[in-house]
């Protein structure tokens, strides 16, 4: 795996070590996936996400946030991205989700000890959850 966990207290800090800026956002809904748990054989559907935000550490909190919001509003448990454009403010993407219930509930991505940076031959980042 390519992330970890970091407890805190209500929160948990994700850290990501990923060989380009793509694939930090890509680990994000993976590491979001597996803290929720999955939708066990609901059904999957696909859904075209776009977020913008003034750097890459915004674009990742908007980003773990509107995966939060298709959980919350649709019920949708994200699983995977099919496709993943970023531009210098922007991220669109095609994502796979289940529908079903999470076994776990997070309520927002903060900017506390929000880092997203050039690391030896890729990249690093972590964002804090509020769960």
Request: glycine share 8%.
């Amino acid at each position: 795996m390519a992330y970890r966990w970091v407890e805190h207290t209500a929160e948990l800090e994700l850290a990501i070590d990923a060989g380009s800026e793509e694939a930090v956002f890509v680990e994000a809904l993976a590491a979001l996936a597996d803290l929720l748990g999955g939708a066990r054989g609901g059904e999957l559907t696909a859904r075209e996400v776009s977020v913008t935000a003034r750097d890459r550490g915004a674009l990742l909190v908007a980003w773990l946030d509107e995966l939060v919001y298709l959980v919350e509003s649709e019920d949708l448990v994200p699983e995977a991205v099919e496709r993943l454009a970023l531009a210098d403010d922007r991220l669109t993407a095609s994502v796979v989700a289940r529908v079903g219930r999470p076994r776990h509930l997070v309520k927002a991505a903060t900017y506390n000890h929000l880092t997203f940076e050039r690391s030896g031959g890729g990249y690093r980042a972590t964002v804090v959850l509020d769960v």
